[in-house]
């Protein structure tokens, strides 16, 4: 069945951030090395304390091995089916999505559709993509994560394609929608009931990303889905994602 349409959508210009732990802790855990990407020796025992996750050495003093990283949960069987749940890892291939010209200079993504997975994380890595601006001569692609909170205790009445009314639980509370930028070196992992976008690819190329998650086949509990009309916008300059690749 289509998702239903939320009654009232905000008007809301979203300038993207660097994607970082700090910033996009509210929303779930930013993935990524602690280690500059020139460093090809494991660093000094003495100093492994001052990175975080601290690692421990592994692979015969060749490796470093981070525990844990990010969460990994699983409350299904909270879910008012109670069906069990299994670990599900799964590839998307995300192409380049449409941007929507506003003048020469500035092109928007339009947010027209939250998603979320109440009982699970999900994280997404991708492969495929340099950490760089550019490799091999091309631009290389980025990704937008955009993220908003639930209203938790709030129940919303929104329509069907059908007209009929149906209650959002938890619905996405729009006004701390934020959009953060990522790049290959980068992995993210939703939060339990996170409301986010579809994964938002901005460049010249498909992104592949490996995508690890619980999963019950119950499809509403799997993933829930809200849509709204016109005005929210993320603003992505140039029609490449040029200004994005600076930041």
């Not at 015969?60 to 109670?82: C, E, F, H, N, R």
């Not at 509370?173 to 934020?178: I, K, M, T, Y």
Request: charged share 15%.
């Amino acid at each position: 069945m289509p998702p239903p349409t939320l009654p009232t959508t905000p008007s809301l210009n979203l300038t993207p951030v660097p994607l970082t732990p700090e910033a996009f802790s509210p929303f779930g855990t930013a993935i990524m090395s602690p280690l500059a990407r020139d460093i090809t020796t494991p660093p000094p025992i003495s100093t492994l304390q001052t990175l975080t996750p601290t690692p421990v050495l592994a692979n015969q003093s060749s490796a470093l091995k981070y525990s844990p990283i990010s969460p990994m949960i699983d409350t299904y069987s909270t879910s008012p089916s109670g069906q069990p749940s299994s670990a599900r890892m799964t590839m998307f291939s995300c192409f380049p999505r449409k941007l929507r010209s506003v003048s020469k200079k500035k092109n928007v993504f339009d947010v027209r559709i939250l998603e979320r997975h109440p009982y699970t994380t999900q994280t997404f890595t991708p492969i495929d993509l340099s950490s760089q601006s550019t490799a091999g001569g091309e631009e290389e692609p980025l990704y937008l994560v955009i993220v908003a909170p639930s209203l938790k205790g709030t129940t919303v009445v929104a329509r069907t394609d059908a007209g009929e009314e149906v209650g959002v639980v938890d619905p996405p509370d729009l006004s701390r929608l934020r959009a953060f930028v990522a790049r290959g070196g980068q992995a993210v992992t939703y939060g339990a009931g996170t409301w986010h976008a579809p994964m938002v690819v901005v460049g010249s190329r498909r992104v592949d990303f490996v995508v690890v998650q619980f999963v019950n086949g119950v499809d509403a509990e799997d993933c829930q889905e809200v849509v709204f009309g016109e005005g929210i916008v993320v603003e992505v300059a140039g029609g490449k994602g040029e200004s994005l690749a600076k930041l």
